[in-house]
């Protein structure tokens, strides 16, 4: 008998007779009771707090707001122009004024895109109470890795894409895909209790919320 089996067995004799688990509760709150309007002005709340930089538009003029996210985002005094990298499924419109040159992913090595300064993705879903937005891996919002390595990330997010709390946002998610729940720009206090952004993700997060 392997050491695996040992214990397996073990286990077994020890639960042989024991009382069924009690059924888990399901009942998670399926709404936070708040109008569209209140779900948003909570949701750049969130961000704020999060040190997240806002800006909220409509569809009009979502090119010109993605820009002045890019513009706010970006490092001073780069050497070179700024260049981007995009998800493939991402619309070309919303990046017609952006002044820097524009990267289409196509499975860029990480030594690639670290010489990339930021990237402009789309958003699956958002959550109001949390300040939170979900990418799942789809052709408009890409691999985790264009979102993880770049300093800067610009993400559009729909106001019909906003819902209210956690429950609501995994009911409408699909489990079986790459999930990233972002809460704000990468950080951490983990040392000394000093705030230190940028450690395992982008630096700097702009939110564009497009009403």
């Known amino acids: 008998m392997t050491a695996r089996e040992d214990v397996l067995t073990r ?9 069924a688990p009690e059924p888990v509760p399901r009942d998670y709150r399926t709404t936070t009771g708040l109008s569209l309007e209140q779900q948003l002005d909570l949701l750049i ?3 704020l707090d999060y040190k997240a930089g806002v800006r909220r538009t409509d569809r009009a003029g979502l090119p010109a707001a993605v820009a002045a996210a890019v513009a706010a ?7 070179d122009r700024a260049r ?3 998800p493939p499924g991402l619309d070309p419109a919303w990046l ?3 002044d820097a040159d524009v990267v289409v992913d196509d499975g860029l090595a990480a030594t690639e895109l670290d010489r990339l300064q930021g ?4 958003a699956t879903v958002a959550v109001a109470e949390t300040g939170t937005f979900v990418l799942d891996g789809s052709p408009d919002q890409g691999r ?3 979102t993880l390595v770049p300093d800067l990330h610009v993400c559009v997010v729909f106001a019909a894409q906003v819902v209210g709390g956690v429950p609501e946002a995994v009911a409408l998610l699909d489990p079986t895909r790459p999930l990233t729940w972002v809460s704000g720009p990468s950080a951490t206090s983990d040392i000394e209790l000093v705030r230190v952004e940028g450690v395992h993700g982008p630096r700097t997060l702009e939110v564009v919320l497009v009403t």
């Open 144 to 146: 985790r890795a264009i």
């Open 119 to 122: 990237v402009v993705t789309a």
């Open 11 to 19: 286990v077994r004799a020890a639960l042989t007779g024991a009382r």
């Open 73 to 79: 985002g970006l490092p001073t005094g780069l050497p």
């Open 45 to 47: 709340d969130r961000l």
């Open 96 to 98: 017609s004024e952006v």
């Open 84 to 86: 981007l990298v995009v």
